[in-house]
């Protein structure tokens, strides 16, 4: 079973950096496609960024210039780098994997990490 796993979510300060992994039981190359979404208190869950197995990457608009997705796939590991943390960045951050096979679409989820921003 595929299993997608975030840590390095905490507290920092507006300004500050965190740096997000999640780390897959299975080699990254199965995915077509890897993200970061987030979901603030009442909010809807919004994708933050985005890597297709072609190395094609999306950000959102409010992390343009902030942060930084990328993979090591020796490591089976997405990560994200935040730089310049506002505290409209305080979410809830999750991993997304999409696996497709044979024509069905597969999405996996991790359990979540909690990124705060406050002073």
């Known amino acids: 079973q595929v299993q997608v796993v975030e840590s390095g979510g905490g507290l920092a300060q507006p300004g500050g950096s965190l740096r997000l992994s999640c780390a897959a039981s299975v080699t990254i190359f199965n995915f077509y496609i890897m993200g970061w979404y987030r979901q603030a208190p009442g909010k809807q869950r919004e994708l933050v960024a985005s890597?297709?197995?072609?190395?094609?990457?999306n950000y959102a608009d409010s992390v343009k210039g902030r942060f930084t997705i990328s993979t090591d796939n020796g490591k089976n590991t997405l990560y994200l780098q935040m730089n310049y943390l506002k505290p409209e960045d305080t979410a809830v951050y999750y991993c997304n994997a999409n696996e497709r096979y044979a024509g069905i679409s597969y999405d996996y989820w991790g359990q979540g990490t909690q990124v705060t921003v406050s002073s």
């Open positions: 890597i297709t197995d072609a190395g094609n990457i």
